[in-house]
């Protein structure tokens, strides 16, 4: 139980076209999911907390408008990477909490590799 | 603000105890974390401690916060080279479930 998918895994774009990141909840739902952002060898950095049904809260220093997120339903979460640059190539990392349990109940999904051109 | 520290390189033997450290700031942390990544691949949460535990164990793996010192640690026993990766200590508090992460110590495991 508590499987989160990511889809695509990695993606290859080119700059300035726009690039969607799905994340799912499998077997459970999810109120809050979680994006994250990682470089090589460095930790992950919060980028936006997604609440189902409203608007996603985001951290500090993060452009809202060239990353959207969507959280339209209870299993799924996307985020859309605009215009991308090859600065935003990055692995990109989301994880949703079960919804109703405590914030330790939070499962991450295997992550999605971008890679700008 | 929160932020938490780790050491980034450990190295042991297989076979050996591996313990990794993990130092925070935060004093309304109310959960604190252990999550192993594998090369390419998400996290995989370890074990978690309430921050009016002092220990906990599970398994190979044991849990010592001391919440005077904002120090926490995770002893391997028996480590593996199936151990090799690299782990995160986070900590939360009871709001919103947001995770705020150390850099990552990359352990190794030689056989």
């Known amino acids: 139980g508590a499987v989160v998918s990511q889809h695509p895994s990695w993606v290859i774009c080119k700059s300035g076209t726009s690039v969607k990141i799905e994340c799912r909840s499998l077997d459970f739902q999810a109120t809050t999911m979680f994006w994250y952002r990682q470089f090589p060898k460095q930790s992950l950095m919060l980028m936006a907390t997604?609440?189902?049904?409203?608007?996603?809260?985001?951290e500090q220093g993060v452009e809202k408008d060239k990353f959207l997120i969507n959280h339209a339903s209870l299993t799924l979460s996307t985020l859309t990477v605009t215009s991308a640059h090859p600065e935003d190539s990055s692995f990109y990392i989301c994880?949703?909490?079960?919804?109703?349990?405590?914030?330790?109940?939070?499962?991450f999904g295997p992550g999605t590799r971008l890679t700008v051109t | 603000g929160e932020d938490v520290e780790q050491s980034l390189f450990l190295s042991v033997r297989e076979g050996d105890s591996s313990v990794i450290n993990c130092t925070y700031t935060d004093s309304s942390s109310t959960y604190l974390y252990w999550y192993k990544q594998e090369p390419g691949a998400g996290l995989q949460l370890l074990t978690y401690i309430f921050s009016n535990m002092d220990m906990k164990q599970d398994q190979r793996l044991t849990v010592l916060l001391n919440k005077k010192d904002k120090h926490l640690s995770l002893r391997i026993a028996d480590t593996q080279t199936g151990d090799s990766a690299i782990y995160f200590c986070a900590e939360s508090d009871n709001q919103g479930g947001k995770l705020i992460f150390g850099q990552g110590t990359e352990l190794s495991v030689k056989p």
């Open positions: 997604s609440n189902e049904g409203s608007k996603a809260t985001y």
């Open positions: 994880s949703a909490r079960v919804s109703g349990k405590g914030t330790y109940e939070q499962y």
